[in-house]
């Protein structure tokens, strides 16, 4: 995967890119990010006797909103059907494409380009919270069902229940609950370079270890902030995206995924918060835990990793 970056807009500009919010900082980014899929090796496979009939493909979707623009979208393959779907539960958008294989044909080299165009506002999560005053309006659960759910990997049971109770205790409001939880998981987990990719998110491994031995990337830390916050009634979800960089120039982002937490607050929206982040600062520049507040995370005005993502894509 490769990323062009064309320009970086400084204060003041951001807004000729995509309209100004509370929640977005005056500077902004845009670029050209393509996502190249070679499957050659899944049609001729080494492994195996015999050779599979289809491959089909399946690849988020990217699409705009209030911090990011997407334009431009091409698509271009060998493939036989291509079409963009969406998740019946979650309406996540999913780009599909389906190879039917010829074993005669030695030429065809079952591809798929994805490339487009984004320009996106960096998101100060300082400024997405509640300011001084705000009471939170009554709310009901079945409303934000869908953000309580417990998941195969994160069941609302068990050790999961019993930390929600330990940490958020007898806190009454959204913003408070999620504060001691977040504050919590920062301070109990670890960033585990160890682990492959993002992390697999098993929230019940994670609680099964001792205080001190809890360890994982992003996927790993987000969902257990995440399934912590719907124990406590906190509605949260997880959203993925794609680190843009800090260079110009063309720039190689295949292992760039990254993934931060979202909870909402009642009366006011969605607020992003970032716990995978912290420890990451806190492992590269060898920090204590004191010390990672010089990047305003480790107090309760996280910010959103400013190596802004490109996709964003819901789950849960």
Known sequence: MKRALDAWNEVGTAEEELPRTETTWPQSRQGRVTMAFDLAHHARPADVQETPKHITLWIPYPGSDEHQRISDVAIEGDFDSSGVYFDRLYK????????TVDSADKEKKYYLNLSLHVARSRVVAEKSLPTA?????????VD????????????????????????????????????????????????????????????????????????????????????????????????????????????????????WCEFFVPGHGWVPVDPSDVRLKMLTENLPLKGSKKYNLVVFQPRVCYLCPVILTPVW
Not at 92 to 99: D, E, N, S, V
Not at 184 to 205: F, H, K, L, P, S
Request: glycine fraction near 12%; include cysteine.
């Open 92 to 99: 996540t958008p999913i780009l599909h494409a389906k190879w």
């Open 144 to 259: 934000l069902d869908l953000f309580l759910r417990s998941t195969s990997l994160a069941p609302i049971e068990g050790n999961v229940v019993k930390t929600a109770n330990l940490v958020a205790g007898d806190s009454k409001s959204v913003v408070e609950k999620a504060h001691k939880i977040y504050n919590w998981v920062v301070e109990n987990t670890y960033r585990d370079a160890g682990i492959v990719g993002c992390g697999d998110g098993d929230v019940c491994a994670m609680l099964s270890k001792k205080l001190g031995e809890i360890g994982g990337k992003c996927t790993d830390i987000g969902s257990l902030f995440i399934a912590i916050c719907r124990a406590a009634k906190v509605p949260c979800r997880e959203v993925f995206g794609i680190r843009l960089g800090k260079t110009f120039g063309e720039s190689v982002i295949s292992g760039w995924q990254h993934c």
């Open 133 to 141: 005053g705000f009471e939170e309006r009554p709310w009901n659960e």
